[in-house]
Antibody, heavy 118, light 111 residues
């Protein structure tokens, strides 16, 4: 069955960096668009970025453009989100999800919590 | 602030029906497919409806979706206590700062 497992979250100081990972299994990873979506505590969902199966097509939300970088390693069946210049408002649970939204995000990981605080 | 507006909450008794609206504009709902997601307390969201009115395998037919113009609607019939959750609509947006946008979210309560 499809499984997505995020890791890499934690406590980081404002201005710091963090790299999230998402390990995929149970499907042909290289054939699938993948996305990152976050949810601040007590708030709604916010789409952040997606990457095509080949890695050539990438989009970002304006809120993270220039600070976050999405990437993937198809050999390792892994998705990444490199985050720089973190701010308090980046505090959230970060989910990886399969798809780019056109037919919905049909599988989600359990999420990893990122806390930005001094 | 989301460009897709949903009511903050809806409620009904077990066995009854609820509908959740998702209001957008021509740049998003008006020109793109809508998906719906269910988020049970403390868990990750789950896809309920895709391409406006299609259910993924395993989603009961108590859940239905529709779209008209720049609005979409999720319906839940035969309401169960296990349906208590937050529900989000989502779609592409051709005109703003994020290619994909989610609705503001609706809390469904079973009385």
């Amino acid at each position: 069955q499809v499984q997505l497992v995020e890791s890499g979250g934690g406590l980081v100081k404002p201005g710091g960096s963090l790299r999230l990972s998402c390990a995929a299994s149970g499907f042909s990873f290289s054939d699938c668009y993948m996305s990152w979506i976050r949810q601040a505590p007590g708030k709604g969902l916010e789409w952040l970025s997606y990457i095509s199966g080949s890695g050539y097509t990438i989009y970002y939300a304006d809120s993270v453009k220039g600070r976050f970088t999405i990437s993937r390693d198809n050999a390792k069946k892994s998705l990444y989100l490199q985050m720089h210049s973190l701010r308090a408002e980046d505090t959230a649970v970060y989910y990886c999800a399969r798809g780019e939204g056109g037919v919905g995000f049909d599988s989600w990981g359990q999420g990893t919590l990122v806390t930005v605080s001094s | 602030q989301s460009v897709l507006t949903q009511p903050p909450s809806v409620s009904a008794a077990p066995g009854q029906k609820v509908t959740i609206s998702c209001s957008g504009s021509r740049s998003n709902i008006g020109n793109n497919y809508v998906s719906w997601y269910q988020q049970l307390p403390g868990t990750a969201p789950k896809l309920l409806i895709y391409e406006n009115d299609n259910r993924p395998s395993g989603i009961p037919d108590r859940f239905s979706g529709s779209k008209s113009g720049t609005s979409a609607t999720l319906g839940i019939t035969g309401l169960q206590t296990g349906d208590e959750a937050d529900y989000y609509c989502g779609t592409w947006d051709g005109g703003l700062s994020a290619p994909y946008v989610f609705g503001t979210g609706t809390k469904v309560s079973v009385l």
